[in-house]
Nanobody, 126 residues
Framework: QVQLVESGGGLVQAGGSLRLSCAASGRTFSSYNMGWFRQAPGKEREFVAFISWSGTSTSYADSVKGRFTISRDNAKNTVNLQMNSLKPEDTAVYVC???????????????????WGQGTQVTVSS
């Protein structure tokens, strides 16, 4: 069982930045690929970013490419999402998710992950 806890959400003006963190429990954090998803009111949950277990591979949704950066520190059991040039459309609950290494090649579907956090609210004002 893996426990994931997000932090760093809040209110920011358009054009500003936020850095989200996801702290993971367990002794095998490095065995998991990690992803970020988000869900806005009235919208479907969508994929945001992915990072492989080793940190050598990343992937981003087109909507955030060039603005968001995912990273991880396996020694600290954390994964981060640096969000720059934020837009009101980025307003959502952001959730981190863990995917057991080697179980699937699918990275952009929420159902392909094994564990999820509770989420943290990000609100971007105009």
């Amino acid at each position: 069982q893996v426990q994931l806890v997000e932090s760093g959400g809040g209110l920011v003006q358009a054009g500003g930045s936020l850095r989200l963190s996801c702290a993971a429990s367990g002794r095998t954090f490095s065995s998991y690929n990690m992803g970020w998803f988000r869900q806005a009111p009235g919208k479907e949950r969508e994929f945001v970013a992915f990072i492989s277990w080793s940190g050598t591979s990343t992937s981003y949704a087109d909507s955030v490419k060039g603005r968001f950066t995912i990273s991880r520190d396996n020694a600290k059991n954390t994964v981060n999402l640096q969000m720059n040039s934020l837009k009101p459309e980025d307003t959502a609950v952001y959730v981190c998710a863990a995917q057991m290494r080697g179980t699937t090649a699918i990275i952009n579907l929420f159902g392909a992950y094994n564990y999820w956090g509770q989420g943290t609210q990000v609100t971007v004002s105009s």
